[in-house]
């Protein structure tokens, strides 16, 4: 059962327009949804994260949108650059155990065009 | 300061044989997690560790994966009976301890490459 749902799997955007990439999640339990960004031969590094009592967070150029009663989250990124090429990642978060096991979206490659 | 390691950062095995990934995580976090990332995929949760117990093993795959995390720092990961599914980038990451209201931030390492030939 995949729990988060990533769509679209790859995206090529030109420089200086909006990045879009939507999240959609089965399990109402998930209490904290953070977006990573991963390069190649890295690891992931967190971008930006919400809870659920907020439907949008900004911060820079990236922005969090999120629709509880739609069990949807999604990730712009405004004004666009060549340096955001990079594999996007969802992911919802449970506290259990004093941990945050996170389960990931399937990624979203994008490719910024100068 | 430094980040996540992870040794070895590439590892090629035949099936069948014994590995075993080591993770050192960023001083003073308690909290430390495994990851598995198949190619094109997402990483998915192996284990989770606070301090030296494992506080959730709900997503090693079966009982050929099992962790260690004697003294609450070094965490190593072991395979046994490699089979070629199991090729993938292993994933490390630590945190703060979390609490029933708060998130902490997972720092990921850069992972080992496991090759099952």
């Known amino acids: 059962q995949q729990q988060v749902k990533q769509s679209p799997q790859s995206l090529i955007v030109q420089k200086g327009g909006i990045s879009i990439i939507n999240c959609a999640y089965e399990?109402?339990?998930?209490?904290?949804f953070p977006w990573y960004q991963q390069f190649p031969g890295k690891g992931p590094a967190l971008l930006i994260a919400?809870?659920?009592?907020?439907s949008e967070k900004k911060e820079g150029r990236f922005t969090i949108s999120f629709n509880k009663s739609a069990k949807q989250f999604s990730l712009h990124i405004m004004d666009s650059q060549p340096g955001d090429s990079a594999t996007y990642f969802c992911?919802?978060?449970?506290?259990?155990?004093?941990?945050?096991?996170?389960?990931f979206g399937g990624g979203t490659r994008l490719m910024v065009k100068p | 300061g430094a980040g996540v390691s992870q040794t070895p950062s590439n590892k090629v095995t035949e099936k069948g044989k014994y590995v075993e990934l080591r993770c050192d995580p960023i001083s003073g976090h308690t909290a430390l997690y495994w990851y598995r990332q198949s190619l094109g995929q997402g990483p998915e949760f192996l284990i989770y560790f606070q301090g030296t117990g494992a506080a959730d093993d709900s997503g090693l795959p079966n009982d050929r994966f099992f962790a260690v995390r004697p003294e609450g720092s070094v965490s190593t990961l072991k395979i046994q009976r490699t089979e070629r599914g199991d090729s993938a980038v292993y994933l490390c990451?630590?945190?703060?301890?979390?609490?029933?209201?708060?998130?902490?931030?997972?720092?990921f390492g850069p992972g080992t490459r496991l090759t099952v030939l």
């Open positions: 399990n109402t339990a998930f209490d904290y």
């Open positions: 992911a919802a978060s449970k506290t259990r155990n004093a941990g945050n096991m996170l389960t």
């Open positions: 990451a630590s945190s703060l301890k979390g609490t029933a209201s708060s998130y902490n931030e997972q720092f």
């Open positions: 919400i809870r659920p009592d907020v």
